[in-house]
């Protein structure tokens, strides 16, 4: 059974720093492009940074040179470090593949506020 699970959240002020991350099971993360994407209330899901088989990656312009997506494929896991974080940022975030191919996990809460 495949399955998803996003960890690394919490409340942070802004300026602040989190590290996610999205442990796989049952699929192996280094044969997808994989994604984080975020929801903020009222908003619909949108991809926030990709990262393909190769180590390639792109950012949302929102989160450009504040963001960095990596993988782990030993550990078949995928990371987001977050830096100079806003209160825009605030949502909660998912990872899947770049096509969004799998069940989307619980995801992990990000609030950044003072």
């Known amino acids: 059974q495949v399955q998803l699970v996003e960890s690394g959240g919490g409340l942070v002020q802004p300026g602040g720093s989190l590290r996610l991350s999205c442990a796989a099971s049952g699929i192996p993360l280094r044969l997808n492009g994989m994604g984080w994407y975020r929801q903020a209330p009222g908003k619909q899901r949108e991809l926030v940074a990709r990262?393909?088989?190769?180590?390639?990656?792109n950012y949302a312009d929102s989160v450009k040179g504040r963001f960095t997506i990596s993988r782990d494929n030993a550990k078949n896991t995928v990371y987001l470090q977050m830096n100079s974080l806003k209160p825009e940022d605030t949502a909660v975030y998912y990872c899947n593949t770049a096509t969004m191919a799998l069940t989307w996990g619980q995801g992990t809460q990000v609030t950044v506020s003072s």
């Open positions: 990262i393909s088989t190769t180590g390639s990656t």
